[in-house]
């Protein structure tokens, strides 16, 4: 059974997100991007704090071209709604292209429920490019579409299509530099209604994150209508593996809250 509810911060978000955001602090990382995204992940006197991804948002800081990922994603209660059960859904995805030079594009599958596995599911693409970058600073634009090609109970969804900006910067904090990133986007099927109908309508979503030790990042996400807040901790033992958690609308506005707990591999 599907358990994917018709909104742009479904559960898929953070599995979709987490998977490109490890593949993109890993690149900062081995300085393979071309911007100077590594001097923003990294703090003064060679403290590393991590990447500052952000939970349930889509974010327009692209890998780099050849990076892959995997994750899965565990929800409870299904679709937000008190009562139901809890489910688990599986994304996975690949990245090709420059967004430096020219474009990255991320292609990947959702398979949404996973009690009978496979029977639902929908395939997604984000594309995104470097607008401009300063030795402290890289703002990005990107664009995405997702439930193409639904099947299953997810054909129900209908599809959603996204267009954002994310910058990434530096605070300063005493000797360190604390890495942040900052969202701004419009989508269709973006906002719940908040009376607690499920309903979903077009509508803006923002996100805040930012690195606070070595491994692990804190963030807050949103509609007009519902709060979200998480967190992703690389695993360092096991390159590439990395945890999230978080609460879809913290204050519970729509009558739709639902915790979720990722984890994704990137390669």
Known sequence: MSIAFN??????????AVGLSLCAADAAAQGTNTTDIGQLAAADQGTNLAFPAIFGSASAVAPVGGTGYV???????????SGSDADGDVVAGYTFGNPVDAISVSVGVAITGIDPFGDSGSFNIS?????????????????SALGL???????LDGESYNVYVSHLTSLGAGSAEIPLQITFGYGTRATLSDEGTGRVTDGIFYGIGMGVTHSLSLSASGTATQLNVGAVLSIPQIEGLSLAAGIFDVTDNTDRQQVTATIAYAF
């Open 127 to 143: 594309a995104s490019r470097l607008l401009g970058s300063t030795d402290r600073s890289a703002t990005f634009i990107g664009v």
């Open 71 to 81: 994750a899965l994603t565990y929800a409870t209660p299904r679709n937000g709604i």
């Open 7 to 16: 909104t742009q911060f479904s559960r898929l978000a953070p599995a979709i």
């Open 149 to 155: 090609g639904g099947w299953g109970d997810a054909s």
